[in-house]
């Protein structure tokens, strides 16, 4: 742990490789146990998934237990674990949480608030819309961490460059799908609103949301997606402690604390396993599609 | 045969009036398709500013009907001959490009909910409303308020035989029975006619039959006038009392046949078969 952000980081107590393995084990088996007394409650789907990344973390475990690995290479999962329960326990942990988790918030609501119209507006004239599309095609395939240095200069070090970086990354994804969805808006459905009585809003409202609801959903669910991908390059703009995962993970990679950034990787896919199945949650709010 | 009578009486009564529901009036429509590099796009009005000279395609021409209160009318053409041109216009949905439609003396601008509208298309019926929710989006639409929206529902699923089916979503019902939601979700708000595009067109034979049993006891319960266009001769001589015969492309009326026959009809009595091989013989030249 040479180098590390954290001097004391070493004072912390790392679990033996044993006690790792107990605590995995008994991971596994308090849901397995729970499921045998409550049918039901818990999924047969989720106990195999869980199973999996248990059995996977202490085969990983026992072959840094072994020594078959260089420690600073691959740090075992035991350690990366300790570090993180120690950076929570002196407070470090927290503000990149609430950081990183408000940047990602804010950029995903303003690109909806923004891809969703102009998507709809976009398939609602096309006559506008397809000269367009060259250009739109072209900002697409742009990764968004090219716009960085650009974003430095608009915005400034900090939240707002951070959060110009996401916002890109998630525009496209729900903007396309948002067009696509639009699309499958047969005329007799909009005719069908217009012969009882209904307006143009009505018809927002009555066919080409709920039409394109589904398709607004992929498109919001790949769009925080890649927002986490470009979360690191993302958090290189910022400037104080307390910046981010993402920054995290950038400043440990630099002296070489790669427990931290391990830290830092399984914590991004926690949360964005979690962020995942709260979108996902959504899809069923529109129902009576086969 | 009560429900006939009725009917003479009520027809009396709107020619004593003097008013028709419906009036078409010397009805032209034309499009004009514009071919550019292999691609044909077809519009309702000369472009402006294009060199390139359109090819003008006659959907209607002249085409001038009275329909009354309560009629059941049948548009009957081969397909292509602007039958359902001409139903879009009464819908309000296109115009026509000379000529005037009207309704209740007034001049039909757009579409209302007065003429409502069934269409062929299964997704018409929203898959995303239950067969309750479909139903109610007129009224709904129309700003009726809960307690009288609830009661026209609940009577128009008894009226189109779907009771029990109230919860149940489009992907969960058969074609015969989506197009019964289709003509409920129209009729629910009592409007002064249902215009009727194709609706069974889609559907087997059995089904068909019998939703067009359907229609006419729908249409004996309510006092509505329905426009129905098909190109099936023996559904419009099933079902009309006039049917209006178009020719071919420029649509134009050919003929307007009065089938005298009181409802139930029997498809296989002598006189139904007389009037069938009349309009069929219309239809041929």
New interface residues.
């Given amino acids: 742990m040479h180098g590390s952000y954290f001097p004391e980081l070493e004072k912390g107590d790392i679990l033996s490789s044993p006690s790792f393995i107990l605590i995995v084990l008994s991971i596994i088996a308090i849901p397995a146990v729970f499921r045998w007394l409550f049918p039901g409650l818990i999924s047969t789907r989720s106990l195999k998934g869980l199973s999996v990344a248990g059995g996977i973390l202490i085969l990983w475990e026992i072959i840094s237990a072994l020594g078959l690995v260089n420690p600073v290479l691959l740090p075992p999962p035991g350690r990366v674990f300790s570090n993180i329960v120690y950076m929570w326990a002196i407070g470090f942990l927290q503000p990149q949480i609430v950081s990183t988790l408000f940047r990602l918030t804010y950029a995903f609501i303003l690109a909806l608030l923004s891809a969703v119209p102009l998507g709809i507006l976009a398939s609602y004239s096309p006559k506008y819309f397809s000269p367009l599309e060259p250009l739109v095609n072209a900002a697409r395939v742009i990764p968004a961490p090219a716009w960085l240095s650009l974003s430095i200069l608009w915005f400034g070090m900090g939240h707002a460059s951070a959060i110009f970086i996401i916002w890109l990354a998630c525009f496209f994804p729900i903007f396309l799908n948002t067009v696509a969805g639009v699309s499958k808006v047969?005329p007799?459905?909009v005719?069908?609103?217009?012969?009882?009585?209904?307006n143009k809003f009505?018809v927002l409202v009555?066919?080409i949301l709920?039409?394109s609801?589904h398709h607004i959903v992929t498109g919001a669910r790949i769009g925080l997606g890649i927002g986490w991908i470009t979360l690191v390059t993302a958090e290189l703009v910022s400037v104080d402690i307390g910046s981010g995962l993402g920054w995290m993970i950038n400043d440990s990679r630099i002296l070489l604390d790669t427990t931290t950034v391990l830290s830092g990787i399984i914590l991004i896919g926690i949360f964005g396993t979690i962020t995942d199945t709260v979108l996902k949650r959504f899809e069923g709010l529109?129902?009576?599609?086969? | 045969m009560k429900s006939s009578i009725e009917k003479d009486v009520r027809q009396f009564k709107t020619s004593q009036n003097g008013r028709h529901v419906i009036e078409i009036e010397n009805v032209s429509k034309s499009f004009f398709a514009y071919t550019n590099h292999g691609e044909t796009v077809i519009t309702e009005k000369k472009r402006l500013f294009s060199r390139k000279k359109p090819c003008e395609l006659v959907a209607l021409k002249d085409v001038t009907l009275n329909i009354d209160h309560g009629e059941f009318i049948a548009f009957l053409g081969p397909s292509g001959c602007g039958k359902s041109t001409m139903l879009r216009i009464l819908?309000?949905?296109e115009s026509p490009s000379e000529g005037a439609v009207r309704c209740k003396g007034a001049c039909i601008s757009?579409?209302?909910?007065q003429?409502?509208?069934v269409?062929?298309?299964e997704?018409?019926v929203?898959?995303?409303?239950?067969v309750e929710g479909n139903i109610s989006?007129?009224p709904r639409?129309?700003g009726m308020d809960v307690e009288e929206r609830k009661e026209k529902v609940a009577k128009t699923i008894e009226l189109i035989q779907l009771d029990g089916f109230e919860k149940a979503?489009?992907?969960t019902l058969s074609g015969g029975m989506l197009q019964r939601v289709a003509v409920g979700?129209a009729v629910v708000?009592q409007p002064e006619v249902l215009l009727m595009d194709e609706p069974f067109g889609a559907l087997d034979a059995q089904t068909r039959n019998s939703l067009q049993d359907h229609i006419v006891r729908i249409w004996q319960s309510i006092e509505q006038t329905i426009v129905f266009v098909t190109h099936d001769i023996e559904e419009a001589a099933y079902l009309a009392n006039r049917v209006v015969v178009f020719t071919r492309r420029p649509g134009q009326i050919r003929d307007i046949i009065t089938i005298g026959l009181p409802h139930p009809r029997a498809r296989t009595s002598a006189e139904f078969i007389e009037y069938r091989n009349r309009l069929a013989a219309l239809i041929r030249h």
């Fill in positions: 047969e007799a459905q005719e069908t609103v217009l012969t009882f009585g209904g009505d009555e066919v709920p039409v609801y529109v129902q009576g599609w086969s | 819908a309000g949905f757009g579409p209302h909910p003429r409502a509208m269409f062929q298309s997704r018409a929203f898959p995303w409303l239950t989006l007129g639409l129309q979503y489009p992907k979700r708000s």
